[in-house]
């Protein structure tokens, strides 16, 4: 078996081990992380919705609506108003006690999610998140990379750690409405696979702007759309226009 296809294996035990529900959410933004997570479920015979969550012409609801022109799922979308989005992002501060800007951004973006998973009846979301973290998709392992292997996978493990915590906090929110977030890519056995694939797999060198190379590879042969599959990441806060919002707000 090929490295590709030894990863889409994984990738479909990561996601059978993992989500029991046959109805499922899927937080979605039309990049090739949560594009690749649609299409492994579809495959897989889950029934898929995909929610897509962002203010009025966002970058994720832009290019998601244009994804699915070719993926031809179920779609809901929810813009968010800027009135009610400040005593939300003030609430949920409030929750989860926590000045971290990332883990407001993230609570908020799943409140808006789960609010909408709640309104078209389903019980679970499912996301991607862990495939950033275990290959190399974010820019700071750009900034590691010349200083070794050993940096990478410190920079790695510190990551996932933060993940982990966030992705807890994040099911706090969600639990108000009747809501679970999973997430079958940071299970502890496609965690210990994953980080068993080589760097040059993940990021070629400080100058790799696109990285996570055998994922968008592993989307492609599934079927993924290609527009999707070479895009550069746009992390969830920035595309919704999250993040640019609370700034606004602060």
Known sequence: MDSIS?????????IKDTVSDKKIGIA???????SLLAKLCTDLDYKVILLTIGFQNSHDILFSKKINEIMKLSHKIFEIE????????LKIKTKINTDNLSWNEN??????????????????????????????????????INEGEKAVQQLMDSKLENELKMMKAVNTISSEFGITILQPFLSNRFIKYAKKISLENKIK??????RKHIIR?????????????NQRKKALQY???IHKALIKSI
């Open 6 to 14: 030894e990863l889409v294996k994984e990738l479909q035990i990561a």
């Open 82 to 89: 800027e009135k009610p989005f400040y005593d939300i992002s």
């Open 28 to 34: 979605f933004s039309g990049g090739v992380d949560s």
């Open 239 to 241: 595309g919704s226009k």
């Open 107 to 144: 609570c908020i973006a799943f409140y808006y999610v789960s609010n909408l998973a709640q309104s078209n009846h389903l019980n679970t979301v499912i996301t991607a998140n862990g495939i950033d973290e275990l290959f190399c998709g974010y820019n700071a392992y750009r900034d590691v």
């Open 205 to 210: 060198n400080s100058e790799d702007l696109i």
């Open 217 to 229: 590879k592993a989307a492609s042969k599934i079927g993924v759309p290609e527009i999707s599959a």
